[in-house]
């Protein structure tokens, strides 16, 4: 049977791309594994006295930071009331999680991101 080169050239591209692919993520996943539980020291805008407080140490660590031009208590207000399920974005990794899982949704939690919160404090979960 005769294979023609085009094939030949594609069945080559197409090995050398999934090889190399492969190793850069292998790559990545060596890199992540090696740094895994030393995570750098907060820098000096980074540091948070808060959360130290209440977790000095810690394995990962991922900052962010916004600034908001409002007052913190219109901020506060708006952010206690906010629900989360109201986006789809959200409903869809929580469906995504349910079935990945195989659990079902926990349709007690009352609607707010504060009342939430503290009922997930409240029940240990």
């Known amino acids: 049977m005769r294979t023609f080169p085009f094939f030949r050239w594609t069945t080559r591209l197409a090995t050398a791309v ?3 692919s492969t190793a850069a993520y292998a790559t990545l996943i060596a890199r992540a594994w090696r740094r895994y539980g030393t995570p750098p020291p907060p820098g000096a805008g980074d540091r948070d006295a808060l959360l130290d407080r209440f977790m000095p140490v810690y394995d990962v660590v ?3 930071r916004i600034f908001v031009a409002a007052p913190a208590a219109t901020v506060l207000e708006a952010a206690k009331d906010q629900d989360l399920m109201q986006s789809p974005l959200t ?3 929580f469906k995504t999680r349910e079935v990945v899982l195989g659990t079902t949704p926990d349709r007690t ?3 707010g991101l504060l009342r939430t919160v503290q009922a997930l404090g409240r029940s240990g979960r």
Do not use: D, S
């Open 18 to 20: 999934a090889v190399t």
């Open 62 to 64: 991922e900052r962010h």
């Open 109 to 111: 939690l009352p609607q």
């Open 91 to 93: 409903r869809a990794i």
